[in-house]
């Protein structure tokens, strides 16, 4: 397989992540703009996240109608970056395990590396099994209505000790949520925690309390818990975990149990997310909740995927617009993504990368603070997976021989989460041609980052213009740039 390493870079500094979207720290200012050094992945080259050149910006008032132009505006500021990063899935701890330990190094130090890696800072895991197990498992008894068989043993076999290497790889701090995907299935109508089903009444209470007990757990274990979800995409009846909620539901349980056994448990500081499932539905999920003053007060975020393909339509921006435009004091996050029918020929396919590109642009364009990948590791077949719903991740580890293949995947997003860092504001980027996608973000230590993409076939000579000062640049053929200035 073909291999590829980052060339170690120059730009950049490490920072702690914020917890908030207005942090206390002094907003970033930019210093004066006179360089830009570019870094590339371009299909076709062997160019990934490599720095190709350093360009002088020079004065230029007012660019033509026939040229193409990314305009950058550090003066007009937008969210504030949490982190980007990825699910720490059984799957992908398992899969971990199997490598030999020199390739287990390398793993971390590609992910959650400053200078050599991308610098993941975010990330996710599962309450309880889910697809992305080797089974089905539960942390109580049946009909334990009061938790106290409630236990993580299961946990400490793989997941556990993987999420605290990989918090030790990104320097001790890793902002982690976690997310169920379905009660213990005595708690459900269906009796089965796959298939769907619902949370029965009588149960609410001993469900609400089950989150606050694996919280604890975990950060008995060592392992902090930035946030939480409600429920991983409550209007989906998969084969494997699931559970269904409608708004109502989701909304009542929020704000008659979740919310105040939080607060009850001392865990009101957790960063409570709802919806969790395809943007196409969430504007109306968004206003059902947060329309309801007892249960938008303990909400901190919305939840999205990015899956509404399955339908056959495209990606809907548009409703993360709309709902960031409706609901400007909530937190918009992207809590799972990742291209599914995992086919070992499609390991080099450079759609998988610009497909990453397309949605982080747009998402971070309407309003959205942190992002977050699905499996971060996965085998040959594209699991483990105990339904066989085996998916494409952006490294994937061979278990028959211990080697690791880089897909595009990771390329493309270490072209944000590798120069956007923790507490950068989103600034002002747009291009005069649609040829060009971009957004920018202006750093807490006054260096901006712009990322440029081009998924098209032919050559993109632009200017990248800010504030007075201009350089041409050349956008390659399905290609990402990110542009640090300086």
């Not at 299909?43 to 230029?60: A, F, H, I, M, V």
């Not at 060009?436 to 901006?448: E, Q, R, V």
Request: aromatic share 12%; hydrophobic share 35%.
């Amino acid at each position: 397989m073909k291999k590829y390493f980052i060339v170690p870079l120059l730009v950049g500094c490490a920072l702690t992540a914020s917890a908030q979207v207005k942090p206390t720290a002094k907003k970033p200012t930019v210093k004066s703009v006179n360089h830009v050094t570019v870094y590339v992945t371009a299909k076709g080259t062997d160019y990934r996240l490599k720095s190709t050149e350093t360009l002088n910006l020079q004065p230029k008032a007012q660019p033509l109608e026939t040229e193409t132009v990314v305009f950058v505006d550090p003066a007009k500021t937008f969210q504030t970056m949490i982190g980007i990063g990825g699910a720490l899935t059984d799957a992908s701890a398992e899969t971990f395990a199997k490598l030999p330990a020199d390739k287990q190094r390398e793993f971390l130090a590609a992910y959650y590396g400053k200078e050599k890696g991308i610098g993941y800072t975010f990330a996710r895991t599962n309450i309880q099994s889910c697809d992305f197990s080797s089974d089905t498992y539960s942390y109580v008894s049946t009909n334990d209505v009061t938790l106290k068989s409630f236990d993580i043993s299961h946990d400490r076999k793989y997941r556990i000790p993987f999420i605290k290497k990989a918090q030790q790889a990104a320097g001790g701090k890793l902002n982690l949520f976690v997310s169920p995907w379905s009660p213990p299935a005595w708690m459900k109508d269906n009796n089965d925690m796959l298939h769907g089903g619902r949370l029965k009444a009588e149960y609410r209470q001993s469900w609400a309390t089950f989150y606050t007990k694996f919280i604890k757990s975990y950060e008995k274990e060592g392992i902090p818990v930035w946030g939480l979800s409600v429920q991983n995409e409550p209007m989906a009846k998969q084969k494997w975990e699931s559970c269904m909620y409608t708004a109502e539901e989701e909304r009542d349980f929020v704000k008659q149990y979740l919310g105040p056994t939080l607060r009850k448990e001392g865990l009101a500081n957790k960063k409570l997310i709802v919806w969790d499932h395809n943007r196409d539905l969430m504007y109306q999920r968004a206003s059902t909740i947060l329309e309801d003053p007892e249960a938008a007060k303990y909400v901190w975020g919305i939840g999205f995927h990015w899956y509404e393909t399955w339908t056959g339509g495209g990606m809907q921006f548009e409703s993360t617009r709309r709902t960031h435009e409706a609901f400007p004091g909530k937190n918009l996050v992207f809590t799972e993504g990742c291209i599914e029918k995992f086919d070992y020929n499609r390991l080099d396919d450079w759609a998988l990368g610009e497909r990453y590109g397309l949605s982080m642009i747009n998402d971070f364009n309407s309003g959205t603070v942190a992002w977050t990948d699905w499996n971060i590791l996965l085998d040959e077949k594209g699991g483990p997976n105990h339904v066989g719903n085996f998916c494409f991740a952006p490294i994937h580890a061979d278990t028959r021989n211990g080697s690791l293949h880089y897909t595009n995947e990771y390329y493309y997003i270490g072209h944000f989460s590798k120069y956007i860092k923790p507490g950068a504001k989103r600034i002002v980027s747009s291009s005069s041609r649609d040829k060009l996608l971009t957004t920018a973000y202006l750093n807490p230590d006054g260096k901006i980052a712009v990322v440029v993409m081009n998924p098209n076939d032919a050559k993109v000579d632009y200017s990248l213009w800010i504030k007075g000062k201009t350089v041409a640049v050349s956008s390659l053929p399905h290609s990402i740039a990110t542009l640090m200035v300086y």
